[in-house]
């Protein structure tokens, strides 16, 4: 039972330093680790003074470390939600019809580039965004090339925003997105790519990113933005991102309706 203790806790440690590696959490805790350091030291040496300041430090800390790391909270909240134990399925969409939504979505954002017209799409998964649905239009309808393109022509009503597309239909469009905070973004990129990276630090969605300027097509997920794409690099991501998952979690639903 002791190694299976140790075995456990190991993984938990592994699985959250893999998940904070590559955000801000990491500064965080190296500042924490020198706070603890520097606490064990004033003890050690019986700094008064110091360890007395510490001391309040530390409870101010308690109170400030759950709003300082409010977003990765939230994120592992939600991964904890989307895990095996609660999973449900990612979508009631026929193969046929997830093959024809990525081809639209393909089609779309090939036209979007050529004549550089700046689009932020945003394909909902399990985490529902029905906060991000609701700052938009509602519009529930099917999706198309032809639809999506419209709705990012320049000077249009819907253009400015991104759109959501949830199953085969387009839920909302000129929604706006949380922004990601991450530091280490490549100057040139701008709200656009923040909104479409930051979307996906908050859920398991997935964003498509047409630069305005360059042209340039990006897909945002799980908080990394992959840029410089083209049509055929697209279509192999969304497929991997889309079908893959929903084949293992629908072989898991018809497993278990067979067993029952």
Not at 50 to 66: G, I
Not at 122 to 147: C, H, M, W, Y
Not at 172 to 198: F, N, Q, S, V, W
């Amino acid at each position: 039972m002791a190694v299976i203790d140790i075995v456990a806790v190991a993984y938990i440690i592994y699985r959250f330093t893999m998940f904070i590696k590559g955000t801000r959490a990491v500064q965080l805790l190296k500042g924490l680790t020198l706070l603890i350091i520097t606490s064990y030291l004033g003890e050690a040496l019986n700094l008064t003074t110091l360890s007395w300041l510490l001391k309040q430090a530390w409870t101010a800390l308690f109170v400030a470390l759950p709003v300082v790391f409010q977003p990765e909270l939230r994120r592992t909240l939600e991964q904890l939600g989307r895990g095996k134990l609660f999973q449900a399925p990612l979508s009631t969409l026929a193969e046929e019809d997830l093959d024809q939504l990525i081809n639209e979505i393909v089609r779309a954002s090939g036209v979007l580039v050529k004549n550089k017209i700046g689009a932020l799409m945003v394909l909902e998964r399990q985490t529902g965004v029905n906060d991000v649905i609701e700052t938009g239009t509602p519009i529930d309808g099917k999706v198309s090339a032809e639809f999506l393109i419209n709705i990012f022509i320049p000077n249009t009503p819907l253009h400015d925003g991104a759109c959501v597309i949830r199953g085969d239909r387009v839920a909302a469009a000129g929604c706006y997105l949380p922004l990601t905070e991450e530091p280490g973004l490549a100057k040139e990129l701008g709200t656009r790519h923040r909104a479409g990276i930051g979307i996906t630090e908050q859920s398991d969605a997935i964003s498509i990113i047409v630069s305005e300027e360059t042209g340039t097509l990006s897909i945002a997920t799980d908080g990394k933005l992959t840029r410089f794409l083209d049509e055929k690099s697209l279509r192999l991501r969304l497929e991997e991102l889309l079908q893959a998952k929903t084949s293992v979690t629908r072989s898991f639903w018809q497993w278990r309706g067979n067993g029952s």
